[in-house]
């Protein structure tokens, strides 16, 4: 038998790697960014171009390399950074592994140019599918440029894998935020596009946050720090109100590489037990400074995933300072935790809803003083065959056997309701019947009764599918009217948030919403939608936002029905809202009046019937 076994060519080897290291556009801004700090730079300049799909440049001023040191850093396991084994227990560099460039030149077109301070003339280095195309000396400022360009251009199936230019684009500034904030000593800018989208001085990283994330963060910011023979903890940690419905704002620094770990997530989270909802997350930047013995960071091709020598006892510190910190800066609660109602209200701190709908303050809203602003639900402008509507309804009261397990697909309008019995020809509208007075449950669910049985509907969900619909109809042919505040109000967002709100801009103006860029990170905002108060038009965009991050998880998303969902979300009325009976019927009617009556936008169920079996069988089994 002939032998069979055989080397690899280095150019599929390297595309083999480059699966594991170079996933998308921001692996390689990653890799770039991590060697350009390695490199000593104190000025970093990336610049993007098509989401990362054209072109990623990183350039320098670090140390530069030699005619040799730039060839030699293009093959695998060609490192400056270990000399042996003993050598990976004292890494505080960030690349040691010696794969990046190699997997980053097997999928793309690579050209580099660099000169070291002490050399007059550098060099320029061109390698497309790891073959060297072009190797000769140049004319060059100190330090190193990287272009990479068509990535992924001889692997179509790794290139059409892609997200949206969207993602892709997120992605990147995850990256160049993680190594931005964990250098905050070294000036960084971002071009993307043309446009400057950062641009971080050197300072401190109460200032790199800043600069980041924006000027209303500085105020919210606090600051933890403890000191251990083992390991010691510093950094800042959000304010309660600097929660939010993503973990987009966490980050865990571990002698200044970023890391993610559940278990030490948890250590912070807990923290905030009874001053934030369990749906949110709070903001903190921490650093881990421990001595490289007692992790082990070769674990991943990616480095975000270590392994501690005793990862129990840097869970206890980490819990011990995020609660010393926030009782020094009197974040802690001084008020009953039993009810953990009442602080899921004050987190909320207001609930939408309008007249007819009447906010009737319970008890928990009373004790933390809840102020109520008022949303209509109403839409009035569906035409609906008045006979066939009525037959609708008769069918959801009159189940028999038959029916009972068909799905719910009935549609009704008030309106026409309202006309019908004026004109006489409804003589038995059950739900105007004293018999059906819809009940409200724990301040969630609304009871009402059909002739088969009863019905249970969740007042949240429902409201939700109620204005999920009225949006998509106002987005589509119907704008709402807009309601100009007396005075204009400015709004300051992060860099990644501007970017997002100047795209949605043209939808949210059509909802209502009079919303102008001022330039840089800031908007104005002049009106809001007629329906809407005007008390909290920051807040509510700025929930938006973060909804609207939360819902956009897929490729190929419709962006006008994300932008209703995540209104439709924000504005709902929410469970633990007192209603009466007739904001009750009005939730009952106006959700049969919706083409998708039975699911909210996020396909949750809106109500759960029950028959009058279903309800013999539990008394009889």
């Known amino acids: ?54 072109l990623i440049q990183v350039v ?65 280095l061109i390698v497309e599918g790891s073959k060297v ?49 964990s250098n905050p000593s070294v000036f960084f800018s971002l071009h993307h596009n043309g446009l400057e989208i950062y641009h971080l001085k050197a300072g401190n990283i109460r200032q790199r946050i800043v600069n980041i994330f924006g000027k209303n963060y500085n105020e919210k910011l606090v600051p933890i720090e403890e000191i251990t023979d083992y390991v010691s903890v510093r950094g800042f940690i959000g304010k309660p109100e600097l929660s939010k419905k993503t973990r987009g704002e966490q980050f865990f620094f ?18 905030y037990e009874g001053l934030i909802t369990d749906r949110n997350f709070p903001f903190y930047c921490l650093f881990i400074d421990i001595r490289p013995s007692a992790i082990d960071i070769n674990v991943h091709p990616t480095k975000q995933e270590i392994k501690f020598e005793d990862e129990k006892s840097i869970y206890l510190l980490l819990n011990a300072a995020a609660k010393h910190g926030l009782s020094q800066y009197s974040v802690m609660p001084t008020i009953d935790f039993e009810h953990e109602s009442t602080f899921n209200q004050l987190v909320d701190e207001r609930v939408y ?28 402008d569906i035409p609906l065959n008045q006979k066939d509507h009525f037959e609708n309804w008769k069918k959801l009261y009159d189940l028999d056997e038959e029916t009972e397990e068909r799905t719910v697909t009935i549609r009704s309008n008030m309106d026409q309701l309202h006309a019908l019995e004026n004109e006489n020809e409804i003589s038995n509208n059950p739900f105007k019947d004293e018999r059906f007075e819809p009940i409200q449950l724990h301040e969630r669910y609304i009871l009402t009764q059909i002739k088969s049985g009863f019905i249970l509907v969740d007042q949240h969900k429902a409201h939700q599918r109620i204005l999920f619909e009225k949006y ?3 987005l589509s042919n119907q704008p709402a009217a807009s309601q100009q505040t007396l005075f204009p109000k400015t709004l300051e967002l992060n860099n990644s948030d501007t970017a997002l709100l100047q795209e949605l801009i043209p939808e949210l103006r059509v909802l209502g919403f009079d ?30 936002l973060e909804d609207f991050k939360t819902t956009n998880k897929t490729d190929g998303f419709d962006k ?56 013999e069988r539990k008394f009889n089994s």
């Open 133 to 181: 195309i072009l190797q000769e000396p140049c004319s060059h400022n100190p330090g190193t440029s990287t272009s990479v360009k068509n990535l992924f251009y001889n692997v179509p199936a790794r290139r059409n894998f892609l997200k949206s230019n969207q993602i892709e684009t997120k992605h990147i500034f995850d990256e160049f935020m993680h190594v931005a904030l």
């Open 515 to 544: 919303i102008q860029f001022f330039g840089n990170t800031t908007f104005v905002i002049h009106g809001m939608p007629a329906d809407l108060k005007e008390e909290n038009e920051i807040q509510l965009i700025e929930k938006l």
């Open 472 to 474: 998509l109809r106002n």
């Open 60 to 124: 320098d001023d670090g140390c530069g390399m030699s005619e040799t040191d730039a060839r030699m850093c293009f093959e695998r396991h060609a490192t400056s950074k270990i000399k042996n084994i003993e050598d990976l227990f004292s890494l505080y560099t960030f690349g040691f592994r010696g794969e990046a460039m190699a997997s980053i030149a097997a999928v793309a077109q690579v050209e580099m140019k660099t000169k070291p301070h002490d050399k007059e003339i550098g060099t320029i």
């Open 353 to 380: 809803t309008e007249q007819p709908f009447k906010l009737v303050q319970s008890k928990i809203n009373s004790e933390v003083n809840i102020k109520g602003s008022y949303y209509s639900p109403l839409d009035k």
């Open 254 to 271: 571990v002698n200044n590489r970023f890391i993610k770990n559940n278990f030490l997530n948890h250590a912070v989270s807990k923290a």
């Open 560 to 615: 006008r029905k994300n932008v209703a969902r995540t209104l439709a979300y924000q504005t709902a009325i929410k469970s633990g809202q007192t209603l009466d009976k007739v904001s009750m019927q009005q939730i009952i009617d106006e959700l049969f009046a919706c083409e998708q009556p039975t699911i909210n936008p996020a396909g949750l169920a809106t109500f759960i019937q029950y028959s009058f079996d279903e309800i």
């Open 1 to 54: 038998m002939s032998d069979i076994i055989r080397l690899l060519p280095d150019a599929i080897a390297n595309q083999i790697a480059a699966g594991e290291v170079i996933q998308r556009p921001s692996s390689v801004v990653k890799e770039l960014l991590e060697n350009s700090v390695d490199s000593g730079a104190k000025n970093i300049q990336l610049i993007i171009k098509d989401a990362g799909r054209a």
